[in-house]
């Protein structure tokens, strides 16, 4: 089961428990999502990380906002893209170009900060040209904010490099990812919990 698929393609020969755990999977997203933010009220802003790992040649971290190879060419993205962050960018004062290729404050740059971890999008490598590059799958596009900015629920896809993910460095790239996922998390004001 894949619940980075639609349902006509997440279960391998339509497995009945296959599909019972993909429902259960994205019945509970959508649970806690109508339990804090349409019933309760109790974040400003959520935010989803559907990481992955990849063995891509590149070897980079590739994050994944819904925006495909061609948007990530323009020197400066436009403010009119519709993305799966949508909600964090209607309640900033930063562009669209600084949430998500911003020095100090994407995501990108975030984890390249004191490393030397390659990662597209970020200040350092805009656009992927014609690398690989995953922009984001089924769960980033369905739970964000990419349709509808007042769901307050935005979603990124992390695919991590298969040197990331050995035994060498996983530890070490945890604590990496995880400190640059709370900085951006703690920039973007989405830590609002009013509870």
């Known amino acids: 089961m894949d619940p980075n698929r639609d349902l006509e ?3 391998h020969n339509k497995n009945h428990d296959g599909f019972t755990a993909y429902h259960d999977y994205h019945s509970m997203i959508d649970l806690y999502f109508q ?3 349409i019933f309760s009220n109790n974040f400003d802003q959520g ?10 040649e590149e070897q980079w971290v590739e994050l994944g906002y819904l925006l495909k190879k061609s948007d990530l060419e323009n020197d400066i993205l436009s403010n009119s893209f519709c993305t799966s962050i949508n909600s964090i960018y209607s309640k900033s004062f ?4 600084e949430i998500i290729r911003g020095e100090n404050v994407s995501l990108g740059s975030l984890i390249e900060n004191k490393s030397t971890i390659k990662v597209v999008p970020s200040p350092g490598c805009k656009s992927p040209k014609e690398g690989s590059y995953y922009s984001g799958g089924f769960i980033t596009e369905r739970h964000g904010s990419f349709y509808d900015i007042s769901k307050r629920l935005n979603t990124i896809q992390i695919e991590l490099p298969l040197w990331m993910r050995t035994d060498k460095y996983i530890e070490l790239s945890a604590k990496h990812i995880a400190t640059a996922i709370f900085d951006f998390y703690q920039l973007h004001s989405l830590n609002s919990l009013k509870i």
């Open 9 to 11: 393609n997440c279960c």
């Open 35 to 37: 339990k804090n933010f």
């Open 47 to 56: 935010l989803i990380l559907d990481i992955h790992g990849n063995s891509h």
């Open 94 to 97: 930063l562009s669209l170009e």
